[in-house]
């Protein structure tokens, strides 16, 4: 049993987090650092009942809210931002899931399955608690999370942002170039806090863990409930055995949001039991499993970014308006129609290295890099460039990416890397300055 004035502490600590998050960010983060408080102390008293010090069956109790962890599943090895297969999505039987559409990556479910029939054997024989609304025989309410659905609702609310600034500012815009002209100095100022890409839409706090594929959440409670968590989950008879068996079967919880469950696929083989069930289907690493289960985000979405400019200057353009214009010593009044562009006359009008250049550019608006404005300007002409060597569009990204995200010193790597390009195929290029664009 926990010592009496452990019980009295968790008494206090549990007072003091009694009902929702209060108002403003000072509350909401006094609160949540109690809620921490607490859920570590209850941990603590359950090992020291149990007269053990050894917590490793708890470290699979994590806060994903910080660091890295905060981009777990939604970014690889060089924190280049990727989605998973939504082919590899295996959905949970009718029985487990709240409703059908519910479903994780193939190996992910497999071992949740698992763990579920591991709770009911241990309800059947009592040893649990049965009538645990939630840690009894666990049920998933949420888990796969299409990105590309939950990308255009946000690109839908941004695009009618952009639209309603464009109206605002009485912005009116003759042609494409015009639109671009206002739309980047619009983005420089707001795209590192919100992204309009969904390459970086991925990396962002608005995008739900769950596109992962890696994630399970058996509760459909309010996230911002501390007390609720408290009640139904950290203070629940089962928590210790849920934990715990989460952590036998290769599952992290979510310190904040404790019905969320996470596979570790972050560990090593040896330390995490998920690769039991990922080896299965011939995934016998972390590598094994990014390189067969994700691609990289701008891999199918560099097309649509180009399809989705036009979408929204045909947005924000007037079907007409009226321009005062100096003629012959006087001013005239003209009725101005903005261009109207066809898919074909827009990429026909427009090169690859125009369309190139301007993504380039907002991926720089939507980081929080290190580069200064003339590394920046180095680099983007440096994928120009390894883009003018074979005219590989996919090539010249997957190093921006790479250069972009990763937390280390550009100076030098890329120019490097054209160089190389450039002595293996013996070829000469035309300067990337030539083009009509200035691109």
Not at 12 to 41: D, I, S
Not at 277 to 284: H, I, R, T
Not at 387 to 403: G, P
Request: aromatic residues 14%.
């Amino acid at each position: 049993m926990a010592r009496s004035k452990d019980k009295y502490y968790l008494k206090e600590l549990e007072r003091y987090v009694k009902g929702n998050n209060g108002t403003g960010p000072k509350a909401f983060f006094e609160k949540r650092a109690r809620y921490e408080k607490y859920t570590r102390f209850s941990i603590g008293i359950y090992l020291d009942a149990i007269g053990g010090v050894n917590t490793e069956g708890y470290k699979n109790l994590v806060d994903f809210n910080h660091g890295e962890k905060l981009l777990y599943g939604r970014v690889d090895r060089h924190f280049v931002p990727m989605e998973v297969d939504s082919t590899k999505i295996k959905k949970f039987s009718t029985k487990l899931a709240a409703n059908n559409a519910v479903g994780a990556l193939n190996f992910v479910a497999d071992a949740f399955n698992d763990l579920v029939l591991e709770f009911q054997k241990r309800t059947f024989i009592k040893a649990i608690d049965p009538a645990d609304p939630f840690l009894s025989t666990p049920v998933v309410y949420r888990a796969y999370q299409n990105p590309q659905s939950s990308y255009t609702e946000h690109r839908r609310i941004y695009f009618n942002t952009i639209a309603g600034l464009f109206k605002k500012r009485s912005i009116k815009v003759k042609n494409f170039d015009q639109f671009i002209d206002h739309f980047l100095p619009m983005l420089e100022k707001s795209a590192h806090r919100n992204p309009i890409t969904r390459t970086a839409f991925i990396k962002s706090r608005r995008c739900p863990m769950g596109t992962s594929g890696l994630v399970i959440e058996i509760a459909n409670l309010n996230p911002s409930n501390d007390q609720e968590k408290i009640d139904q989950f950290v203070n629940s008879r089962n928590w210790d055995f849920y934990v715990s068996t989460c952590a036998a079967y290769g599952f992290m919880v979510d310190r904040f949001v404790p019905w969320r469950l996470v596979a570790d696929i972050g560990s090593s083989p040896t330390k995490s039991p998920i690769f039991d069930y990922a080896e299965k289907y011939g995934f016998k690493s972390t590598d094994d499993i990014i390189d067969n289960l994700y691609v990289p985000a701008h891999l199918n979405y560099y097309r649509v970014f180009k399809s989705d400019l036009l979408t929204l200057y045909n947005t924000v353009k007037l079907k007409s308006f009226l321009e005062r214009q100096e003629c012959d010593g006087g001013t005239i009044t003209r009725t101005i129609r903005p261009t109207v562009y066809t898919p074909t006359t827009y990429y026909s009008e427009f090169s690859e290295q125009y369309f190139l250049k301007l993504y380039l550019k907002i991926r720089f608006f939507e980081e929080e890099s290190q580069f200064s404005d003339s590394e920046r300007n180095l680099i983007i002409d440096d994928c120009i460039e390894i883009y003018l060597l074979n005219r590989n569009v996919q090539e010249a990204l997957d190093l921006f990416e790479k250069m972009l995200n990763k937390t280390f010193d550009y100076r030098g790597s890329l120019s490097y890397i054209v160089k190389h390009l450039k002595a293996m195929r013996g070829e000469n290029f035309q300067d990337a300055g030539s083009d009509p664009y200035g691109y």
